[in-house]
């Protein structure tokens, strides 16, 4: 089912997080496509043995954000990438995420040309989902 | 609102002069999975036996599904499950008798798949005598043993006290099987926190027979923050600041632990103290508990002296 | 049903302790008889050593004469060894392995627990020592194997050290669930358990000593009732 997720107990991130950032990023990566089911709430604390209101807290978080849709009766869907959106305090956060990269760069002795490279480079893998993106995020 | 299945009212327990327990007051909602914590000698076990009605309350009172605590009568207790750390069991019985002798207690809700589902699944033999058996099967039994008969109420005190990691892993798939049913109620105490963080939603904490907190786990994993404070010149010496529990300085930096703290306080407080540079450590729930129990200002028992360097 | 499953179990605990008891009692009674009759044997089956042939039987005296009672005296011992061994096993012992609140949370009334463990040794008794004591009467009393008279007075005898041995039981569980220190008020269930075997056996007069039994065991099991009902485990 969902054989790639992993949770970190004893983690500093919450556990629903954790959640949240891998389907993210499977969604990110196409891993999840638009139309994919998730697993059920139950099944998935069953597999993860966590507790479901967990599960729940982040399908909500997802939703919210727009990755998801829930049909009631159905289940949870990864939501058309046109519905999606982001407000101003998720790039907050986005826009620190990126500064502990570049600290953590500059640490190392990188330089900005070095830095693109690498930044270019990763992009890559995401080349599909970044293209058909939302033309109204900035 | 929820209902609730368990509530204690100003509970109090003394064992000759001293205190176990001092005006516990806690309710606990029908539905969740609530994490009981405390250091050691803390007075866990004692409230645990007082709402059980195995101790009787010096004052105050403990009711378990609507009936005091000090006259559960059969029926009620035929819904509460109760698991104890050592997991004792008679033992000169079998692990077929062992369920007979359950099964007597619980006439219409035993589940006699269950339980044998369970046994294949801990690859034990009914035919076992519990002498026999090591501590972590004595375990699995016990589990077993309190979850087929499908309890509304699940209590357990430390039962994986000493147990490796994949019993303790079982234990909480029991937990979680059981909470996906309807309306099941699950109470544990533990010391292992990153258990309690995987499967509770709920927290009690207690410290000396005081209760620090009965909130849900994220209120609390939210309320206790870190946070380490720049500074140009000196250190403050002097930090007000109510809901500190803890502050460590170095030469230019000021590492405060806050409980029920929030940001713009924070920030209030830098700005009064000097500096503009502040950033929030995130702590997992061990830290957090350390931190919350530990006694306040209390310098480091083991003091690095830099100057050895 | 709960009731039962609590007794199977108890009795199943009981079990060799009981059969111990049934089987010393019995081994000591076929050695008397055993040797008893090589003596009758001797004597040509007199009833009464001393007695010529045709002389009336004085019971009464009879019973006087140790050679031909079947002597309950083993039952003094025996009996409350049984008595306190049971109280032991049932009391004691899960207080060492920590068993009682497993028992105790069973969806059951503290007193139907008590009862079942109370009605376990009243069975214990009365199929093992009691089975075993009757028996030895009726076997003894058949005239053409021994020379010793029938007299229920015998029997009873038997069965009143019985039920001291049922309240040295009482005592040993009384003494067990007190939760004082053991040298203040812990030790006064077996201490005077112990009390009431020791006076019958300086003085016998078996209607005194059935009252004043029965006396005790009114005494003791209310007391071992109001502490179990309320104690903490």
Known sequence: MALWMQIISGSETPIYRQLVEQIGGAIAKGELRTGDKL?????????????????????????????????????????????????AAEINVLAERMDTLITRAVNLGLDRQALTALFEKRLAKFAGRLDKGNAENG | MAEIVLETKGLTKYYGAGIALDHLDVRIPRGCICGFLGRNG????????????????????????????TALPPAVRQRIGYVTEGHRLFRWMTIARLEKFQQAFFPKQWDGKFFADM???????????IKHLSNGQRAQVSLALALAPNPELLIMDDPTLGLDAAIRRQFLEGMIELITRQGRTVLF??????????????????????????????EFRTSVRK??????????????????????????????????????????????????????????????????????????????????? | MRFLALLRKELRESLPWLLLA???????????????????????????????????????RLLQNPNLNLPAIWLAFIAPGLGLVLGVRQFWVP???????????????????????????????????????????????????????????????????????????????????????????RIFGLAFAMLVVFVTLAQWRPVSIAALTVLAFVTLLSQTMAVFVRREF
């Open chain 3, 22 to 60: 049934g089987l010393l009692l019995l081994a000591v009674g076929i050695f008397f008889l055993r040797a008893h009759a090589q003596v009758s044997e001797a004597d040509g089956w007199q009833y009464h050593r001393g007695l010529s042939p045709g002389q009336t039987i004085d019971k009464h």
């Open chain 1, 39 to 87: 697993p059920a709430v139950r099944a998935l604390a069953a597999e993860l043995v966590i507790n479901p209101n967990t599960v729940a807290r982040a399908y909500t978080m997802l939703e919210q954000s727009g990755l998801v849709t829930t049909k009631t009766g159905s289940g949870t869907y990864v939501s058309d990438p046109h519905l999606r959106h982001a407000d």
């Open chain 2, 119 to 129: 046994i294949e699944y801990f690859e034990l033999s009914k035919k076992q005598k």
């Open chain 2, 189 to 218: 105490s533990s010391h292992i926190l990153a258990d309690v963080e995987r499967v509770a939603d709920r927290v009690v904490v207690i410290d000396k027979g005081v209760l620090r907190a009965d909130c849900s786990l994220e």
């Open chain 3, 95 to 185: 207080l060492f392995t920590r068993t009682w609140s497993f028992l105790l949370h069973r969806a059951a009334a503290r007193l139907t627990i008590l009862g079942a463990k109370l009605t376990a040794t009243i069975i214990a008794f009365c199929i093992s020592v009691g089975l075993v004591w009757t028996g030895l009467y009726w076997y003894a009393c058949r005239p053409d194997l021994f020379p010793i008279p029938e007299a229920p007075q015998m029997l009873v005898n038997g069965w009143i050290y019985i039920a001291l041995g049922l309240l040295v039981y009482l005592g040993t569980a009384l003494s067990a669930l007190s939760t004082a220190r053991w040298y203040t008020s």
């Open chain 2, 227 to 309: 946070v380490v404070l720049h500074f140009d010149n000196s250190v403050p010496a002097d930090v007000e600041l109510e809901g500190l529990l803890h502050c460590r300085r170095s030469e230019r930096q000021l590492e405060l632990t806050l409980v029920g703290v929030d940001d713009a306080e924070v920030a209030a407080w830098a700005d009064r103290a000097g500096t503009e540079r502040f950033d929030f450590v995130e702590m997992n729930l061990e830290d957090q508990f350390i931190e919350f129990t530990s006694p306040p200002h209390r310098k480091r028992l083991f003091q690095w002296e830099e100057a050895r360097s």
């Open chain 2, 42 to 69: 803390a007075g866990k076990t004692t409230a645990i036996k007082l709402m059980l009605g195995l101790l009787e309350p010096t004052a105050g009172s403990a009711h378990l599904l609507g009936c005091d605590s």
